[in-house]
């Protein structure tokens, strides 16, 4: 959203009523004028079907574009952590940046939302890219109330990206979504704040093999078709 060319709104809610009451969700208000350009060119170009450049000039972080570049970019330079809230841990590039970060003793937290959240397909991708990261021994928090929507990087109380960009193959290579890098200290502190009390009130997100075995089954068999009809799955 942007306002009479002077101030623009980059932000992971929806405008629905239950991500005003319920989720956890941040919204960067730029009025940098370079930065409310950007997105009103972004804007301007998709209404009237035109190509537009996210690419390495670009001041904000776009899909697609350079997101994945500029993502990468912002975990390589963690230093000491890295506090991550976002639905999909998906693309296997920033999951390997991830591990790469860990390799290097930069200490990573994550939030993330139940397995009942993730409902359909989710569980194939989602629930086993959260797996991954468990299995390398980085820590994984599940929080359920609010319920995390949040797409947020946070490294070393100094630099956050909040945006709408989901860590997935699909929303970086083919969809419209957006993301703004912050060092400003206020409001990285804030950002920080807000984790840590989400991280108190999280528990420790179960996922083993055993429990993660577990819920696919559970989906599996709420999409096996009936007895008899061709394409069910086998013994």
Known sequence: ???????????????????????RDHCIITEHPAEVRE???????????????????????????????????????????????????????????????????????IIAGPHSSLNGGKICEGGLGLHLLYCAGIKVRELKHPSPHSKMMLADGRRAVVGSINLTPGTLECRRDLAIEVDDIDIVTGIEEIFLEDWHNARRYDLSHKQVIRRLRKYAARTEPPNGVAGGMAG
């Open 39 to 109: 997105v009103a060119s972004c804007f301007n170009a998709d209404w009237d079907r035109r190509m537009f450049d996210g690419g390495e000039s670009a001041l904000l972080i776009w899909c697609n574009g350079n997101a994945r570049m500029r993502l990468a970019r912002f975990i390589d330079r963690a230093k000491h952590y890295l506090f991550l809230q976002n639905e999909r841990f998906v693309d296997i590039w920033l999951l390997d940046r991830l591990f790469r970060a860990r390799d290097r003793n930069v200490k990573i937290r």
């Open 1 to 23: 959203m942007v306002g009479d060319g002077r101030t623009a709104f980059i932000q992971s809610l929806n405008w629905v009523p239950r991500h005003f009451a319920s989720t």
